[in-house]
């Protein structure tokens, strides 16, 4: 029998899926940990060891066949069972994925609306010189340009910023225009802007050559842990489900975020007739149908038995048989009547 060499592609085929094995791990595990993934960092991690321990050994033969499946059983079949249940007793849903900071952000980032009696404001897009940080260049009024860029604004002074016959802005001392075609290439960084004029009003792109001003509709107060309107002071604080609800119950505020809720998902099924009354139908159903199945293929296949027992039983016996059934008497096969035993 001939014996496999270090220079088999065999082993070569082996260093090189336990290599891209390793890669892969190198590379993902940083981007779980940044993410805060916890379990697939350390899941990626234990994995990978395990699987380079057992096939860079010559021994462990059984090993190699066992713990790929094992490990591909726990990833596909265990973790899905254990998440399951553990999504039975949280709130996770639409509206109710995202952690609660990131909800935060989210319905804070989504309240900007357009200030009272704002009007379109002529903008022209451009970096500054020095740092190369994106900057809208506004003018509120007339002859007068802010320069609003993430991190704050300020007002240029007039002797930097020239203008043509027709007001429009031509050039600013220490920033780069921008053309049409660049602000295309960076459309997605351009909407994304939110620009502050002061503490209270913001600059958001309309189009490459206008802006609005915006306010934050809704405010966060980290010490007490509620979300206030602006507009009407209307105080929104967090309940059990994993949302902001105003004091009188009568707004709730969206995106949630996800939280255990116990037994509720439970007893929402049983209290709920919305619930309660198809889980019961399927639930009925679901038994009902293991119960045909089950009875329907036992009688079946008892009468279809009996059948082919009666079948084999006489067949064992010859044609004496016919003597039982008048109405083989009418029968003959060649010389054989069949209304006589065959002794």
Same mark, same amino acid.
């Given at each position: 029998?001939?014996?496999?060499?270090?220079?088999?592609?065999?082993?070569?085929?082996?260093?090189?899926?336990?290599?891209?094995?390793?890669?892969?791990?190198?590379?993902?595990?940083?981007?779980?940990?940044?993410?805060?993934?916890?379990?697939?960092?350390?899941?990626? %991690?234990?994995? /990978? !060891?395990?699987?380079?321990? @057992?096939?860079?050994?010559?021994?462990?033969? #059984? *090993? &190699?066949?066992?713990?790929?499946?094992?490990?591909?059983?726990?990833?596909?079949?265990?973790?899905?069972?254990?998440?399951?249940?553990?999504?039975?007793?949280?709130?996770?849903?639409?509206?109710?994925?995202?952690?609660?900071?990131?909800?935060?952000?989210?319905?804070?980032?989504?309240?900007?609306?357009?200030?009272?009696?704002?009007?379109?404001?002529?903008?022209?897009?451009?970096?500054?010189?020095?740092? %190369?940080?994106? /900057? !809208?260049?506004?003018?509120? @009024?007339?002859?007068?340009?802010?320069?609003? #860029? *993430? &991190?704050?604004?300020?007002?240029?002074?007039?002797?930097?910023?020239?203008?043509?016959?027709?007001?429009?802005?031509?050039?600013?001392?220490?920033?780069?225009?921008?053309?049409?075609?660049?602000?295309?290439?960076?459309?997605?960084?351009?909407?994304?802007?939110?620009?502050?004029?002061?503490?209270?009003?913001?600059?958001?792109?309309?189009?490459?050559?206008?802006?609005?001003?915006?306010?934050?509709?809704?405010?966060?107060?980290?010490?007490?842990?509620?979300?206030?309107?602006?507009?009407?002071?209307?105080?929104?604080?967090?309940?059990?489900?994993?949302?902001?609800?105003?004091?009188?119950?009568?707004?709730?505020?969206?995106?949630?975020?996800?939280?255990?809720?116990?037994?509720?998902?439970?007893?929402?099924?049983?209290?709920?007739?919305?619930?309660?009354?198809?889980?019961?139908?399927?639930?009925?159903?679901?038994?009902?149908?293991?119960?045909?199945?089950?009875?329907?293929?036992?009688?079946?296949?008892?009468?279809?038995?009996?059948?082919?027992?009666?079948?084999?039983?006489?067949?064992?016996?010859?044609?004496?048989?016919?003597?039982?059934?008048?109405?083989?008497?009418?029968?003959?096969?060649?010389?054989?009547?069949?209304?006589?035993?065959?002794?």
């Amino acid at each position: 029998m001939k014996k496999f060499v270090h220079t088999s592609p065999w082993i070569l085929l082996k260093i090189f899926l336990l290599g891209g094995l390793n890669a892969f791990a190198l590379w993902a595990i940083p981007i779980l940990v940044i993410n805060k993934t916890w379990i697939f960092a350390v899941y990626i %991690g234990v994995s /990978t !060891l395990i699987i380079d321990y @057992v096939f860079l050994s010559k021994k462990r033969i #059984a *090993a &190699k066949y066992i713990v790929p499946g094992v490990l591909l059983l726990v990833a596909f079949q265990i973790y899905p069972a254990l998440f399951t249940g553990y999504v039975a007793f949280t709130n996770y849903s639409t509206g109710h994925i995202l952690n609660k900071d990131l909800a935060i952000d989210v319905l804070l980032s989504n309240s900007y609306e357009s200030a009272p009696d704002a009007q379109p404001l002529p903008v022209q897009i451009a970096r500054d010189s020095v740092t %190369g940080e994106l /900057t !809208l260049l506004v003018q509120k @009024v007339p002859g007068e340009v802010t320069a609003a #860029a *993430a &991190k704050g604004s300020k007002v240029i002074p007039q002797s930097d910023a020239s203008f043509d016959e027709s007001g429009l802005l031509t050039s600013v001392s220490g920033f780069t225009f921008l053309s049409e075609d660049e602000g295309y290439t960076i459309l997605d960084e351009l909407t994304a802007l939110l620009a502050p004029l002061d503490d209270k009003q913001f600059v958001r792109l309309l189009d490459l050559s206008s802006a609005e001003i915006v306010v934050p509709a809704l405010s966060y107060n980290k010490a007490d842990d509620t979300m206030i309107n602006n507009a009407t002071g209307m105080v929104y604080r967090p309940n059990e489900f994993g949302s902001f609800v105003s004091d009188d119950g009568s707004e709730e505020l969206e995106p949630g975020w996800q939280t255990r809720v116990g037994w509720y998902n439970f007893e929402r099924v049983i209290e709920d007739p919305r619930y309660r009354a198809p889980m019961v139908q399927v639930l009925t159903w679901t038994f009902v149908y293991a119960f045909l199945v089950v009875i329907t293929t036992f009688f079946c296949r008892t009468i279809t038995g009996a059948d082919i027992q009666s079948s084999q039983t006489q067949s064992s016996q010859g044609i004496s048989f016919s003597d039982h059934c008048s109405l083989c008497d009418a029968f003959s096969f060649g010389d054989i009547d069949m209304g006589r035993n065959v002794q």
